[in-house]
């Protein structure tokens, strides 16, 4: 059985009672140690590596080149990764999906990712207290700290998990380009976070990492039949 097509391949239902022991043993608990992982990366960035002041450099150099043209576009772009957003898309991905394949079990996919993603950000952004960037800021600062990016994790775990559910569609030029257009997203987001002067590049890639993981997790989180 192939992972990226491991639903299609095993469609049998689970019960809910094998599914929440899966979810808690195969997604919850690594991800227990991912959470560990990033909080002891920020504050080793903040001690040992004395914040990483060389990506001060790197937020001045993209803040010189804001346009107006382009203040407006990272504005919507940004927009895509704000908690209603996210959530918002996600509840009718999941009635979607659970209504054109009548299996819950993979309509929660994206759910378990985002949820999975909100959890380990907000309880690291809150140990780690990373300051934000010292450029002026285009976006009012939520009240979390800088590291990890809750936007960029959020956007990546949402749309990798709908990348991953989209394996599933037969015909190939239109997997293909489901699949791109939805691993391009987060990539725009996280350019947007940087350009309005919102993270760190290291945040950024930090919160980019725990929502790839958190979405392979959710896909993996229900075990299938060899």
């Known amino acids: 059985m192939a992972f990226l097509t491991r ?21 919850a608990a690594p991800a227990v140690v991912l959470w560990v992982l990033i909080v002891g990366g920020g504050l080793f960035i903040k001690g040992p590596l ?30 895509i990764g704000n908690t209603e957003i996210v959530i918002g898309v996600c509840v009718v991905a999941v009635g979607l999906i659970w209504w054109r394949t009548r299996e819950w079990w993979r309509a929660l996919v994206p759910a378990i990712a985002i949820s999975l993603q909100a959890t380990v950000f907000v309880i690291a952004t809150a140990v780690v207290g990373r300051p934000r960037p010292h450029v002026p800021h285009l976006d009012p600062a939520p009240p979390t700290s800088s590291y ?26 239109l997997r293909r380009l489901v699949t791109t257009l939805f691993l391009v997203i987060p990539v725009l987001v996280a350019y947007a976070r940087l ?29 299938r039949k060899a």
Not at 7 to 27: E, F, K, M, Q
Not at 51 to 76: A, C, F, N, P, Y
């Open 7 to 27: 639903y299609s391949d095993d469609p049998s239902a689970p019960s809910v009672g094998s599914a929440l022991r899966d979810l808690a043993v195969r997604a």
């Open 50 to 79: 004395k914040g990483l002041s060389s990506e001060d450099t790197i937020s001045k150099d993209v803040q010189e080149t804001r346009t107006r043209t382009w203040d407006s576009i990272t504005m919507v772009l940004s927009h």
């Open 148 to 173: 990890p990016s809750g936007h960029v994790g959020a956007a990546t775990a949402l749309y990798v998990s709908f990348a991953l559910l989209a394996q599933s569609i037969e015909r190939p030029a």
């Open 195 to 223: 350009y309005r002067g919102m993270h760190h590049l290291s945040d950024i890639l930090i919160g980019a990492a725990n929502g790839l993981v958190c979405a392979l997790l959710a896909w993996a989180y229900l075990r």
